[in-house]
């Protein structure tokens, strides 16, 4: 998985304007030229008693690639979100596929709601590789079949599978992030427990770190109370 932060428009100090005009009127304005580490306790409060919408006067735009089955899970965050993905309607789709990497847990135990996954056996993994990689490399050869013999790129692209890398533009603000780091990340802080799969967590983690490093006060109220989008 790879995120990469393409342009930004994002600081704790947005939300601090935002938030002090409900007071302040054109006063609030003054917020553009201090500290917001002097406001740290303003931000903490927001975050606490879900005043929400300060945390929405920003944005972040993030180049993600990923396989398809990651971006199938990531478009159901729609509020606050907007994606543009690669099409395999105008451009030829390249063999790159994803392969569970040794670490990542394999058996599912239990029933919905209460399963867990637990690390697989060497043949597990072994088994694992080696069936999605043939799977891979038909599926592949049927669409370059399809495509050669002048098959639309629409239709030939029926015969891969969402193992598939794609990659995309995701443009959102803290207040949407947060939202999404709550469901797609585990964290001992989390005031709602959460069970994402492995591979959309690897997305989030990414983006938690540039978010981070943009809105560190916000980010810190925001492990402080909970995990919980405001």
């Known amino acids: ?34 500290d917001p580490e ?24 993030f180049f993600i690639s990923a396989p398809i089955f990651v971006f199938r899970e990531f478009h159901r965050h729609r509020v606050g979100w907007s ?20 670490d990542r847990k394999l058996v599912q135990q239990g029933r919905p709601g209460k399963y867990e ?15 999605m990689e043939e799977s891979y490399r038909q599926s592949y050869a049927a669409y370059q079949e399809m495509l050669a013999a002048g098959v639309a790129r629409e239709v030939a692209r029926a015969a891969l599978p969402v193992g598939l890398y794609s990659s995309m533009y995701a443009t959102c603000n803290a207040r949407s992030l947060m939202h999404f780091l709550g469901l797609r990340t585990k964290d001992e802080r989390s005031q709602v427990p959460s069970f994402p799969q492995r591979e959309i967590e690897m997305v989030a983690e990414l983006m938690e770190r540039a978010w981070a490093e943009l809105m560190p006060l916000t980010h810190a109220a925001f492990n402080a109370n909970g995990r919980v989008a405001p």
């Open 117 to 131: 996954f637990v690390p697989g056996t060497p043949e597990q993994h072994a088994l694992v590789a080696k069936t």
């Open 83 to 102: 994606y543009n993905e690669e099409s395999g309607r105008y451009r030829q789709l390249e063999p790159v596929f994803y392969l569970p990497g040794e």
């Open 38 to 61: 002097r406001s740290r306790g303003l931000l903490n409060f927001l975050m606490r008693d879900r005043h929400g919408s300060p945390f929405e006067h920003n944005s972040m735009t």
């Open 1 to 34: 998985m790879t995120v990469e932060l393409i342009k930004h428009s994002a600081s704790d100090t947005d939300v601090l304007w935002a938030a002090r005009v409900s007071t302040a009127g054109e006063q609030s304005l003054d917020e553009l030229s201090k």
